[in-house]
């Protein structure tokens, strides 16, 4: 859990001022999303482990609200659950909108152990979430960055935040162990 | 209700044999479908009342196995539950496997009013549903045919048949009266 990689910040969120100020605060703001993404990103993993131990695929999500909370988490339950759409995000914004009483988690950020696929970004945008915050990258899904962007398409309603790579040799070794396990098994 | 129209069969099966049985075998096969699909965006519509009657956008979805058997039910929740992934065909695709006991849904039909949006059309291809079957094209968000082609992508692990404009006008009149009867009544 102590592997904090450097990670790609896409876009930094500066406060107004002047311009000496406004650099003063825009490097403190960026320390201080860095650190808040790396524990968003521990609290992942954290769930994506309980999926593994279940014997799930092992990829974990959270959602905080404004002032940094975590008031959901969710890890992957597609096989346990013998439910398609129960992917990590999925769950944890089925729940955080339960603990918030609105479909909408606008001031929010997701942390996901792994990119997003169309059923979970389209999701992410369907809740106009702030901020998403995720892992490793998927070659094979991934539809915030790899295979689409749905995140950030001007042509739909919403458009989130991205902050990418965080924490993502971790989230990455974790799939690749599960998977190498799951074949040494003789599992599909 | 009854007020079928004319749709598109993008793409119809055709049983194996000699030329001419294989024409007529088509030609009835096409009209069988095209009953089948009818018949299912019809429970679709009725689903989608339900919505309306209680205040939430008009939307319905059925799911049907290989034999034709509607399996599942659902119609869009978002406002009712304040659950931003509560659409309908999620929520279908959500019981039919419960129904079934499968995450996996290959063989079944799932038929909706609007065209499925990201998340919807990511769960379809997640649920590795055989066909979609869908009425209106949502020119603001259908992932399917308009904005993306997401249940037919080569790069994704699985395709669908695409069924387009079954009743269209019904389901799109439904959206239409729901959301000037809401702005009459000053709601946004």
Not at 43 to 48: D, G, H, N
Not at 84 to 106: F, K, M, N, Q, S
Not at 111 to 126: D, K, N, Q, R, Y
Not at 151 to 156: A, F, G, K
Request: glycine share 8%; hydrophobic share 45%.
């Amino acid at each position: 859990m102590s592997n904090i990689r450097p990670f790609k910040v896409e876009f930094v969120r500066c406060w107004r001022g002047g311009v000496g100020v406004s650099i003063i605060a825009c490097m403190t703001k960026t320390c201080e999303s860095e650190f808040q993404y790396a524990r968003l990103m521990e609290a992942a993993i954290e769930q994506a482990l309980l999926a593994q131990d279940q014997g799930d695929v092992p990829i974990g999500a959270v959602i905080a609200n404004g002032d940094g909370e975590i008031i959901a988490s969710a890890y992957n339950r597609r096989i346990i659950d013998a439910d398609p759409t129960a992917h990590a995000e999925v769950l944890a914004i089925r729940a955080a909108a339960d603990v918030i009483g609105d479909w909408r988690l606008g001031g929010c950020t997701l942390a996901v152990t792994l990119e997003p696929c169309c059923m979970c970004a389209g999701a992410i945008v369907l809740a106009r979430l702030d901020t998403v915050v995720y892992g490793a990258t998927d070659p094979k899904a991934g539809a915030v960055d790899t295979l689409y962007h749905i995140c950030n398409d001007e042509r739909l309603n919403h458009r989130c935040e991205i902050i990418s790579g965080v924490n993502a040799a971790v989230c990455g070794n974790l799939l690749t162990d599960f998977f190498r396990a799951q074949r040494a098994a003789g599992k599909k």
